[in-house]
């Protein structure tokens, strides 16, 4: 299994990026694909998850309203389109995917929001 995430990079307060993790390894389309993400001294945290067929996503509470989870199983990718950025974003984003008993991690890309 093979997470690749890509898209972070520095954006001002108020701007948005999307991200990509693009997955290899695994039947992409039969499983539900999350977002964490991990601020400078703090835990990993919860962002999103979407189902298998991408019918059904599920946000933290702050990411409601300004992040978005989508998938493409035709290309084995999955995004998060991240809009009203507050420098509280600013964090490594991670993909992830629970295959075979195993949770599997990206290495992350980095997001700086600030001016």
């Known amino acids: 299994v093979q997470l690749v995430e890509s898209g972070g990079g520095l954006v001002q307060p108020g701007g948005s990026l999307r991200l990509s993790c693009s997955a290899s390894?695994?039947?992409?389309?039969?499983?539900?694909m999350m977002w964490y993400r991990q601020a400078p001294g703090k835990e990993r945290e919860y962002v999103a998850r979407?189902?298998?067929?991408?019918?059904?996503?599920n946000y933290a509470d702050s990411m409601k309203g300004r992040f978005t989870i989508s998938r493409d199983n035709a290309n084995d990718t999955v995004y998060l389109q991240m809009n009203s950025l507050k420098p509280e974003d600013t964090a490594v984003y991670y993909c992830?995917?629970?295959?075979?008993?195993?949770?599997?991690w990206g290495k992350g890309t980095l997001v700086t929001v600030s001016s």
């Open positions: 390894g695994f039947t992409f389309s039969m499983y539900a």
């Open positions: 979407i189902s298998s067929a991408g019918g059904s996503t």
């Open positions: 992830n995917v629970y295959y075979d008993d195993i949770m599997y």
